[in-house]
């Protein structure tokens, strides 16, 4: 079995805390990393791995682990977010909570050897991490990897259809807008796509949920009723060791570089690992994904608290595979 070409974020043991009148103490021997935090920690860049071009030109690609499950941060292109090779890159400023994987691509220079690397610098919270590209052979990647390291399929599987599967695209009618702080702004994304993997519900219950998920507690009999309630399953622990995701055609936007509040209506799909019930997130138990319009154009209506240059990203995903497009605002006062 191919071995990741990055760290990857394995699930550890729960952590067993001891509640005293004088506040919280953790059992010693367990680390701070064990941990889960709403904000206050900081960001860890990550090299995904490299592939190849039908042109014969190389890509290396890159995600990241934020690791506050609320708080997102920006980081503007300089010394605390740059490149061994330039600055901007091409990198996100706007960090999404938690794991987010092949998030952008750099084209590898030609004069790049596997001897060379590629080195990505990221300041968070006073802590400075960087990830190291190289064109190693065994950190090559390619669909099934993507497919496989983002939940849709268990580990050492496939199957015909995933191996036929193409990543959905997605083009943002607009290329650049301007529109005043405050004023909402309607985009519009056209998704095409094969229809590979097929849309399917959740595999804990068989409930069909609506876009921004459901959240159910228990199962069963009614209240008042003097049967017992059983724990719904989307509670229980997960039987599963990798990150597990609900496939089926979706759209998300979310920003990708620009530090004001942006509200998206209606709520988006979330495009980082939110594993929490409930969640609006591929990710979360007892999601299914929404219909898609039949002409596949999604329209969303975005606000701007703040003056400034912003870029969204329209995220086309299939459950496996996925296709983006940018597009560039202009907020004036």
């Known amino acids: ?27 010693p021997g367990v680390g701070a990393q064990s941990l889960s935090y709403s904000s206050g920690q900081n960001i860890s860049p990550a090299y995904e791995g490299w592939e190849p071009n039908p042109d014969g030109t190389r890509d290396f690609v890159f995600g990241y682990m934020n690791r506050n499950w609320e708080e997102e941060i920006d980081v503007p292109i300089g010394p605390d977010n740059s490149f061994s090779h330039g600055a901007d890159m091409g ?18 220079p030609a004069n790049f050897t596997e ?25 090559q990647i390619d669909d099934l990897v993507k497919a496989s390291e983002t939940g849709a399929l268990g580990a050492g599987s496939s199957s015909p259809e995933v191996r036929a599967n193409k990543p959905p695209s997605v083009t943002i009618v607009e290329t650049s807008r301007s ?18 993997p097929k849309r399917r519900g959740s595999g804990l219950s068989g409930a069909a ?52 509040k942006v509200t998206f209506t209606p709520e988006q799909i979330v495009a980082w690992e939110d594993t929490r019930t409930g969640a ?5 138990p007892m999601w299914t994904a929404p219909q898609m319009p039949a002409d596949g154009k999604v329209t969303v209506q975005v606000t701007f608290s703040e003056p400034g240059t912003y870029v969204l990203r329209s995220l086309a995903d299939d459950g496996a595979l996925f296709g983006a497009d940018h597009i560039t605002v202009i907020v004036t006062p």
Do not use: C
């Not at 394995?10 to 953790?26: D, H, I, M, P, S």
């Not at 609006?280 to 979360?284: G, L």
């Open 1 to 27: 079995m191919r071995m990741a070409p990055s760290f990857r974020w394995a699930r550890r043991g729960a952590v067993v805390l001891l509640v005293a009148l004088t506040g919280l103490w953790a059992v």
């Open 91 to 108: 990198q996100p400023t706007h960090f999404l909570p938690r794991r987010n994987r092949f998030v952008f691509k750099v084209r590898v």
């Open 115 to 139: 001897k060379d690397e590629l080195v990505w610098t990221l300041t968070t919270k006073g802590k400075t991490e960087r990830a190291y590209a190289t064109l190693q052979i065994d950190q």
């Open 179 to 196: 529109v005043k702080a405050g004023q909402p702004l309607t985009l519009v994304a056209q998704v095409v796509d094969d229809g590979i």
């Open 209 to 260: 949920v609506a876009n921004a998920g459901s959240r159910r507690d228990t199962e069963g009999t009614a209240p008042g009723s003097e049967n017992p309630i059983r724990p719904n399953r989307a509670w229980m622990p997960p039987t599963r060791a990798t990150v597990g995701k609900n496939v089926g055609l979706h759209l998300s936007w979310f920003v990708y570089r620009g530090a004001g």
């Open 280 to 284: 609006n997130s591929p990710w979360a």
